[in-house]
Nanobody
Framework: QVQLVESGGGLVQPGGSLRLSCAAS????????MKWYRQAPGKERELVAT????????NYANGVSGRFTISRDNAKNTVYLQMNSLKPEDTAVYYC????????????WGQGTQVTVSS
């Protein structure tokens, strides 16, 4: 059974930090590029960060570059999103997504974790 389980969300004050985790099971984690998306109320889901299979290559959306860091631990089948200097506009539900390296394999989504940045 495939699972992506996010954790680490919550309420934080502006300027604070959170670390999200996404634990994967039921598929070959090391064959998947991992991504974090977010969706704010009334807005479309947007890509936040991407990490390659080996973890060597990362990419970030313009609005989070320099504040967020994506990483992965292939031994633990887990991807992380360290979020620093959080802003109210970072408030959203954050989702992890697994995209296969092999064409034709399925994508997988987690259930999401709420991040609220407010004073």
């Amino acid at each position: 059974q495939v699972q992506l389980v996010e954790s680490g969300g919550g309420l934080v004050q502006p300027g604070g930090s959170l670390r999200l985790s996404c634990a994967a099971s039921g598929f070959t984690f090391t064959s998947y590029v991992m991504k974090w998306y977010r969706q704010a109320p009334g807005k479309e889901r947007e890509l936040v960060a991407t990490i390659s299979i080996t973890g060597v290559s990362t990419n970030y959306a313009n609005g989070v570059s320099g504040r967020f860091t994506i990483s992965r631990d292939n031994a633990k089948n887990t991807v992380y999103l360290q979020m620093n200097s959080l802003k109210p506009e970072d408030t959203a539900v954050y989702y992890c997504k697994a995209e296969p390296f092999v064409c034709g394999w399925p994508n997988y989504w987690g259930q999401g974790t709420q991040v609220t940045v407010s004073s």
